[in-house]
């Protein structure tokens, strides 16, 4: 995007520029403001502190979120407002009253660089970013094309092959814009149920390494304090998929709650054609999708490897989690991984490297600026993208010992698997770089990851032969499937 203002997720798409665009999309709304928005996120307004509660576990949660676990049976400190509003994008045609659930209020989010504003502990008061920087920042309105990013040069085969692949799946600007005006409307429905919510889009279609069939990935964020994923999250879950039902199925076509470890509502948007999964509260969506992203634009090789990788591995049938294979966020971690690992690595530990940009504890809204000051990672490996493709896939089919170790972006390095619960039985481990949760934990039969460690030997050999991408990824059918 171009190198101007700052902004993300909350309402930056909102502006009189988008108009246009949301009337041929059949999204204006009758209502909407024509005054552009300030460069400046919207505090959100100040509430009343509630008393602390224990719930489930024991932990312990604001009042005001706790679940009643009555359903549908409305009590009577539940308030109602007016729903006097004309049909409009995502907006229901009924008249009835909608329920509101008070939910605790985040923390101004304006940015600290005004007066009246937060100044983040993990920045000294005087500090000043980088000018030097080698991520684009999400500015006021996307709706500008965003600028050329500079490709490698591709001085063979498989490497142009890479490129040509990369180049006609990656994600368009179009493609953000759809899924972000989606994100815009169903806050505003959302807050119909939580006022002081806020929608955040998250994963591969912000971090750099979406395609063009890439779904959208959205976390509702309904209060700062930490929230249970089976009881909690699951009761809020069920409001928003009522909601969506019943008021929304004019837009919204198959809203449905999965009872992962963390929950999901999953739904497709009828008019942009998009599928969207949203959780509630998974934080770590919103501080990694910036890590990626800063990851994504430190290195012109890295963008291109990661799609082909994803590519590759959609076609071998090993992109599946809920099929006892990898997801896509684990298959990212791994190429990441092995370009720190090389003997002149591609990419360092960012957060080694920039440990106050990439803190657990920093505040969400500041999240997405410290990613762009990291200035570009100047590597001395000149190897060409097919010379790390096939490194990447011999990597993985015979050096990596999948049994003693656990991938690590964090520590840009492999290190000795843990002994703690959430290892045992695993057959792949992959570290959150936040959390340290394994993020592979979905490969827990030998017959899964049997297949998954030989398709990486069998690709290698393959690829190693001809150095033809075509021999391990048909590339024509692959362009039309985007």
Same mark, same amino acid.
């Given at each position: ?100 659930? %008070? =939910?605790?209020?985040?923390? &101004?989010?304006? +940015?600290?660089?005004? $007066?009246?504003?937060? *100044?983040?502990? /993990?920045? %000294? =008061?005087?500090?000043?970013? &980088?000018?030097? +920087?080698?991520?684009? $920042?999400?500015?006021? *309105?996307?709706? /500008?094309? %965003? ?336």
């Amino acid at each position: 995007f171009p190198a101007s203002g700052a902004l993300w997720g909350l309402d930056f798409f909102v502006c009189a520029r988008a108009q246009p665009f949301l009337s041929r999309l059949r999204y204006r709304r009758k209502s909407l403001s024509r005054a552009p928005l300030s460069g400046n996120l919207s505090p959100i307004p100040p509430g009343s502190s509630q008393p602390l509660l224990a719930f489930g576990n024991g932990s312990p949660i604001r009042s005001s979120v706790s679940p009643t676990f009555r359903g549908r049976k409305r009590l009577s400190s539940e308030q109602n407002v007016p729903y006097d509003v004309k049909r409009q994008r995502f907006h229901s045609p009924h008249h009835e009253s909608t329920a509101v659930h %008070p =939910t605790v209020p985040l923390r &101004d989010e304006r +940015r600290y660089s005004i $007066p009246g504003a937060i *100044t983040p502990s /993990l920045f %000294p =008061t005087h500090y000043i970013p &980088d000018l030097v +920087r080698c991520v684009p $920042p999400l500015q006021e *309105t996307s709706f /500008l094309e %965003p600028r050329e990013i500079t490709l490698p040069v591709a001085k063979d085969k498989l490497s142009q092959q890479v490129l040509d692949l990369f180049q006609e799946c990656q994600q368009q600007a179009c493609d953000l814009k759809k899924k972000e005006l989606c994100r815009t409307e169903l806050q505003r429905e959302i807050q119909r149920i939580y006022p002081q919510s806020r929608l955040f889009l998250v994963g591969s279609s912000l971090n750099g390494f979406g395609t063009r069939s890439s779904d959208g990935d959205l976390c509702l964020v309904v209060t700062e304090e930490p929230v249970n994923q089976k009881t909690e999250a699951r009761y809020i879950l069920s409001l928003v998929q009522n909601h969506f039902s019943t008021r929304l199925s004019s837009y919204i076509e198959r809203p449905q709650l999965i009872r992962a470890k963390v929950p999901i509502v999953k739904f497709r948007d009828k008019v942009s054609c998009v599928e969207f999964d949203l959780n509630v509260n998974n934080v770590v969506g919103i501080r990694n999708t910036f890590l990626l992203r800063t990851y994504a634009y430190l290195e012109n090789r890295v963008r291109p490897l990661v799609l082909v990788v994803k590519k590759w591995a959609s076609h071998h049938d090993i992109n599946d989690a809920s099929r006892g294979t990898l997801n896509s966020y684990s298959l990212v971690l791994m190429v990441l991984h092995y370009l720190q690992t090389l003997p002149e690595p591609v990419l360092p530990s960012l957060q080694k490297k920039y440990p106050n940009s990439f803190s657990p504890s920093m505040q969400l809204h500041l999240v997405h600026q410290a990613s762009c000051t990291i200035p570009p990672y100047l590597s001395k490996n000149g190897a060409t993208l097919g010379d790390l493709l096939l490194g990447f896939l011999k990597y993985y089919a015979t050096e990596f010992d999948w049994n003693s170790q656990m991938i690590s972006v964090r520590e840009a390095k492999a290190i000795p698997r843990p002994n703690g619960i959430e290892w045992r039985n695993k057959f792949i481990c992959v570290e959150e770089p936040f959390d340290g949760t394994n993020t592979a934990r979905a490969v827990h039969e030998k017959q899964k990851f049997d297949m998954i460690k030989d398709e990486f030997l069998k690709s290698w050999h393959r690829l190693h032969n001809v150095r033809d991408l075509n021999s391990i990824l048909p590339l024509r059918a692959t362009i039309q499937k985007r």
